[in-house]
């Protein structure tokens, strides 16, 4: 097989794989492009196709039929932000630490319940099996150095709480409508309209973007993948890249993130990897290969895969040639309808809640269901029982209430000065010239609407490893970071989704270059629960400042529970910033309020 000699010592490694037959190559698909589907909507309407084809199991009657089923699979996806359910209670600054809403956007029942039916090959009948969706059971330990410090049983969701998937429905609905607004505005708003700025949240990557600098648009689709990990994992496996596949979820999560991508691809036709970053576009993607013309081995790259009907399949969103106007229609009209305070209307057709329980035939049990499920309650006043310190052993690895260290203690990379990093240190202005907002007289009266944000920039391995940084309004509640994700001040989070660079070659290079990386965190939905409290008058500027001033906190945390200084933590930098909506179409106005940061850290001092 012949290999790219762009890097000998890496093609040599991959050849000998692919002769062990442990590295596959990717073919490119000829036959039926399908549409991908939310799980659920899979589970509903199209269950026979789910099937586990081991063909000499299968008498030769059936097996053309399910042969084709199992050709005409596509993985499903799990969209965030379609409602499972609802009214829901979750924390929150209303309501004595809660907040309701009438729906409820928790993770898909498939992959809590504890037992699914299924028809069995050769079998005629709905059996019982433990659900393989739930978690992964690890292997025999065979030494110390196969799996380290990771637990050896199975995988685990928020190990260090009571009831873990209690806290993880928690988080999912805090964190829904701040993420569901901010892929809203990746699709909509000129200021996401490069590649660069999208796909990925490292800064001064490739060309064509404006992250040039520190400067906006903070945030990207690789900030919403890091964080949708922190909040499915919250200090499990999912939350750290060595070993978050291991969770079955892990395959669908990544499923929605490339449906994310085919989503703004559709609504950015013409930008792609600009500039001086388009050679990027023709790297060789190791280790994936596919047979040329020629019969040998080539590196897929970038290019090859910019549309996924190579693979036989598509999305809904984006199938039987709509335009990047109707694209972006049909996404706003689909994920808008709903804001927490602000409800426009029933859920389009697409949000259906659909009936699982009563109808999927995973969930057909022949006794009571309750029996089967992890049965938790997430009802009003709940929530100190399901966010109990777990007492299983599995939070050996979560080291709660340690005190805070400074992060030479954690990375290969030592602070040398005992000057804090982060003093004085805010984010740029940002004046992008397509923003068609200039005269702030434009922006006033009731039309307008404000959305708000907490913007940071970071090197990637300043702790040389996974650790999330935690924005809060209001007090946290220090005795226990394990619960940082649910408590009711939580605004948002980063999560720096890196490996340590003794595992990785590429975040070992990442380390040496100081590679920065940006985030953002829409805290509107928690200014509006304060407006609602009758804590806090409106969301402009003159009301938002002092609040903020008086209220924003931060907290780091690395993935195994240490809770590091911010202070000395390398390249950490943040930033205040607001959009302004004019009443117009197009009538945007990005502002950047940097004093807000430089007066808490004046304050503090």
């Known amino acids: 097989m012949a290999f790219d000699t762009r890097d000998k010592k890496a093609v040599t490694g991959l050849a000998a794989a692919q002769k062990d037959g442990n590295v596959i190559g990717l073919a490119a698909v000829t036959g039926d492009v399908l549409a991908r589907r939310d799980i659920d909507d899979l589970l509903f309407n199209d269950e026979d196709k789910m099937v586990e084809l081991v063909q000499e199991w299968l008498p030769e009657t059936e097996r053309a039929t399910q042969l084709n089923a199992a050709r005409r699979f596509r993985l499903p996806y799990w969209d965030y932000w379609k409602p499972r359910g609802g009214p829901v209670t979750f924390p929150g600054v209303r309501n004595g630490g809660q907040t309701s809403f009438d729906y409820d956007f928790r993770i898909p029942d498939i992959f809590v319940a504890k037992k699914v039916m299924v028809r069995k090959p050769k079998g005629t009948k709905l059996d019982p099996i433990d659900n393989p969706l739930v978690s992964f059971k690890f292997p025999e330990k065979k030494s110390d150095a196969a799996w380290g410090n990771y637990w050896e049983s199975v995988t685990s969701r928020y190990p260090g709480v009571n009831k873990p998937v209690t806290a993880m429905n928690y988080q999912l609905n805090m964190a829904r409508e701040g993420s569901n607004t901010f892929f809203i505005s990746m699709v909509k708003d000129p200021a996401y309209k490069y590649y660069a700025d999208v796909g990925t949240n490292a800064i001064n990557t490739f060309g064509g973007g404006s992250k040039g600098s520190s400067a906006d648009p903070k945030g ?3 900030s919403i993948h890091n964080n949708y990990h922190g909040r499915i994992g919250g200090g499990g496996q999912m939350s750290d890249p060595s070993v ?3 969770d079955p979820v892990f395959w669908i999560h990544h499923c929605q993130i490339d449906r994310l991508l085919a989503i703004w691809q559709a609504t950015h036709p013409n930008s792609w990897f600009d500039g001086n970053g388009s ?14 013309e020629a019969g040998k081995g080539d590196w897929w790259d970038s290019n090859k895969v910019k549309k996924p009907d190579v693979f036989g399949y598509t999305y809904g969103d984006i199938d039987q040639g709509k335009t990047a106007d109707a694209v972006k229609q049909r996404i706003v009209d689909r994920y808008s309808w709903a804001t927490q305070s602000r409800i426009t209307g029933e859920p389009p057709r697409s949000m259906d809640i659909l009936p699982i329980f009563e109808q999927a035939q995973v969930f057909n049990y022949d006794g009571p269901t309750k029996d089967l499920l ?3 309650s997430a009802k009003t006043g709940a929530l100190d029982a399901a966010l109990k310190q777990s007492t299983t052993k599995q939070v050996a690895r979560i080291a ?4 805070m260290i400074k992060p030479e203690t954690l990375s290969k990379r030592a602070v040398t000065s005992q000057t804090p990093i982060v003093e004085d240190r805010v984010l740029p202005k940002l004046t992008p010239s397509d923003l068609v907002i200039t005269n702030p007289e434009e922006v006033k009266g009731a039309d307008v609407e404000w959305t708000w944000y907490v913007d940071n920039v970071v090197e990637r391995l300043a702790l040389n490893g ?15 970071e394990a619960k940082y994700l649910v408590q009711p001040t939580l605004a948002g989070i980063t999560h720096n989704f890196a490996a340590p660079v003794e595992y990785c070659d590429n975040c070992g290079q990442q380390a040496e270059q100081g590679q920065l990386v940006s985030g953002t965190v829409v805290i509107t939905p928690i200014l509006k629960d304060y407006v609602l409290a009758n804590e806090l008058a409106d969301l402009t500027l003159e009301n938002v400042r002092p609040f903020l001033v008086k209220h924003l906190k931060w907290r780091v945390v690395t993935v195994d529970g240490q809770r590091v200084d911010p202070r000395f933590i390398p390249g950490l930098t943040l930033g205040v910033s607001s959009k302004i909506t004019g009443p117009e179409a197009g009538q945007i106005r990005y502002q950047e309020h940097n ?5 808490i850290l004046q304050n503090s001092s």
């Open 220 to 222: 990207s689709l690789e």
């Open 244 to 246: 978050a596949a291991f």
């Open 279 to 292: 050679k990027d576009a023709e790297k060789g993607l190791l280790p994936f290969t596919f047979p040329n």
């Open 374 to 376: 992890i049965a938790e």
């Open 400 to 403: 709660i209430t340690q005190p």
């Open 466 to 480: 996974t650790f999330t940084i935690y924005f809060f309004i209001g007090a946290p509640d220090d005795r226990d």
């Open 595 to 599: 004093d807000i940061i430089a007066e």
